[in-house]
């Protein structure tokens, strides 16, 4: 099976890079939409609106016959998924999409940290300088006491943690009930989640901030499938470096879209976090161990 995947190298990369493209065309949708709607409900209409082009994984969900347990599990991961999902709304609106995209690579380096401290699994000198490292990066990008750090900034930090709580549970449910289970539940809870945090401060969209929203849930929906695509058609190890371009393309879509300029220390923090990222996961391939460290955009399913 792994020499049929690492036989089509150059598929994988190519569908990798076009999902790349799509979760940029998410963030820069959701800047567009701007900050009339508040963060908890243009989450919800997100993943409401989300829910169409998950029908026809009803059906797998109905004959799952879930276990208490796994209904609990589902229910702590939707909780968790409903805030990271919230302070991301509210990050995309209020700093540079450069920053939100380099600043969601922490995910996976909390779900390394996440698999050692809940899972059982031993933190060898090569994930603790990784995580070392992308650390630092982070501190790069913020430089504290150099220039103001926002509650956006902040927003993202601690989204980061909630995503990669997130992201373990989901491991642990989908080798249990199947992907199409794990995903269809995701959305349903996370919807059930957001709704009374949107009715709390309801603002009523536009037709126009509907339409913005469908397309944020079109291009999230397509941008998960092309990665599962790319999974298929070639190793972790091959893919992941391609799904760092997605901070060339913020980059570029700040400067020419929204006049957001370049930041060096964003990009060299970017950098060193996706160093750090492809390193431990490229030791975890070789070594053949079971990866639980995430492709960054499988933090947002």
Do not use: C
Not at 67 to 76: A, D
Not at 91 to 104: E, K, L, Q, S, W
Not at 146 to 153: A, I, L, T
Request: net charge positive; hydrophobic share 60%.
């Amino acid at each position: 099976m792994e020499v049929a995947r690492a036989s089509r190298p150059v598929t994988g990369v190519l569908w990798m890079i076009l999902t790349g493209l799509l979760f940029v065309g998410v963030t820069a949708v959701v800047k567009v939409l701007g900050t009339r709607i508040p963060a908890p409900e243009a989450a919800f209409l997100r993943y409401l609106l989300g829910l169409v082009f998950l029908l026809p994984m009803l059906r797998p969900v109905l004959r799952a016959q879930l276990t208490h347990r796994q209904w609990k599990f589902f229910g702590f991961r939707g909780i968790a998924h409903t805030v990271g999902v919230s302070l991301w709304f509210f990050a995309m609106t209020r700093i540079p999409i450069a920053d939100v995209t380099a600043m969601n690579y922490l995910a996976p380096v909390y779900v390394a940290i996440g698999a050692a401290l809940f899972l059982g699994e031993t933190l060898h000198l090569r994930r603790i300088l990784a995580v070392v490292a992308a650390l630092i990066g982070a501190l790069i990008i913020l430089r504290p006491g150099f220039r103001e750090v926002g509650p956006g900034h902040l927003a993202m930090l601690i989204a980061a943690v909630f995503f990669a709580a997130s992201y373990l549970t989901a491991k642990q449910m989908a080798d249990e009930t199947g992907p199409e289970v794990t995903v269809t539940m995701l959305s349903l809870s996370v919807t059930l989640g957001l709704a009374p945090l949107a009715l709390m401060n309801w603002v009523w969209p536009t037709g126009e901030e509907l339409l913005l929203l469908l397309a944020v849930a079109f291009l999230a929906t397509i941008g998960h499938y092309t990665m599962s695509l790319a999974l298929a058609a070639a190793p972790v190890m091959v893919t992941q470096p391609v799904g760092f371009l997605q901070l060339v393309w913020a980059v570029l879509l700040g400067v020419f879209v929204f006049g957001e300029g370049v930041d060096i220390w964003v990009i060299i923090g970017g950098t060193v976090i996706v160093a750090a990222i492809s390193f431990m996961t490229w030791r975890e391939a070789v070594l053949k161990r079971r990866l639980r460290t995430p492709i960054v955009p499988e933090t947002k399913l």
